[in-house]
């Protein structure tokens, strides 16, 4: 929003509830929850009808040069010699109905802008729709200058690079529409008394790796076909994102679909390179990623020690869990604190090359004993893979990068302008920043249950031009222990309530985020115990 920009009336009434909220309406943090869809429904039928007579009118589009705001009423009557001005609300039955000050803030400014466009204000009045009764409320001149001075708060916020403070246990989070995307307690990395709630428990990541699958739109839902045979039918609304494997063909309308719905469609190879991703052109936190990209441009040591000391303190984690090799253990916690005293990046990645040659070294200790001799293992090798596990640790890290670039998006930051990552290498860095601390405990753990659970065996394995590929059933066993995984819920570290992996993700990359709008003082990995 520019500085000569109208503020919008509601947005204003955000400030009312929370300056934060505004900050975080402004920066473009939409949210469709359960009583914003409710309120929503209440207008829509004004909206929809932009009716005039003679006696009254609704959704007329008002604004004050004077203020400089912009708005639209719900409904205008003639009366008592002016115009009476009608709020709708959609309060829930169980609760009073209650005129609160945002509303009277809201009244009072399109009061103010129906005077300055020349009409005489008559009344302002509320309509509780769930309780059939309108309720009249007198403004008094206090209430205008309230009005006023939350106008010009309102335009300070929007104005600011950085955002108001998070409201501290305060009753008004509890009923937040916003609470999701601003987590108020998180920001001071404690515990947390209550549990944060996804926005859509029950979206799903949809992969679709058949080849030859084609996927369309009809009556919002996704319908998945197979040479011509519908094999699938998932209602829009629970799909959270889309992840392609290989040759697998999308209708125009449903490309578009998913993008107007902000939903993420990621392509791989079949062998699960990540190749590209759609991004909505309204992603939220513009002034952020300026931040951010500032920051990138050198890099940012504390932000680098967290994700590296995080991945070797779960590296170490993983595997104390399969072994009593305590001097191995010892080790790595030992490159674990050299990494924290790192002075700079160069040194910090040495520490980093170390950890990493130690683990892979021992990684066979993740396997159970009697299935061991049955895997070959020359340590690890990425792409093009050289041995079964390397395979399967290869397809499952792209589909974690594919999660995190997606929590990256989602908060509106760049996944390709990292702190510890060179952003210069073309490659998404921050995502690859993020997925440091989740290497161990997220992929190594889906590969070694595939391996200890007998779920895939190296006969799903053949070898193409030297590089080891795993057959489809085996792909699609990967792909269902990975989905299990992040739906798998933990304790917390940090915040001790229960979180699943893919959840964990998110708020991490809100972590970063947070810090890079000031809204909290540091970044904390995630240490599994
Ligand atoms: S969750 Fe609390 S601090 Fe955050 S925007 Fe909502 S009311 Fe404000």
Redesign the pocket.
Known sequence: MDESDPIPISLVVQCC??P??AW?EAQGEQTDTFQMQAGTTSHERIDASVSFSETEASSIEIKSEQLGIVGKTDVVRRAGGGLVLREYKATPVRKKPEVIEGTRVQLALQALCMQEMGEKVAGTEVYFTNHNLTVPVPLSDADFETARHFVIETRDIVQSMSSPE??ED?P??NF?S??DV?L?DERYLRPVQKSVRAPIRDAKVIHLEIQGTYAHTKQGRMIIEYKGDSIGSIPLETVQAVQLHGNINLSGGLIKELLYRNIPIQWCTASGRLVGWTNSSMGPNGSTRQLQHLLSHDGSLPLAIEFISSKIANQATQLRRSTSDSELIKCLRNLQRQCEDSHDLEELMGIEGKAAALYFQFWPLLIKEGFRNDWTWFGRSGRPASDPINSMLNYSYSLLLADEIRSITACGLDPNAGFLHSSSRNKPALALDLMEEFRAPVVDSVVQTLINCQIVSPSDFTTVCGSVRMNQSARKALIECYERRMATEFIHPIFKYKVSWRRAIEIQARQILGFLEHSQSCYQGIHMR
């Open positions: 509830y929370c934060r909220r975080l998070a409201l305060d008004r989070c937040c916003h609470v601003c108020p």
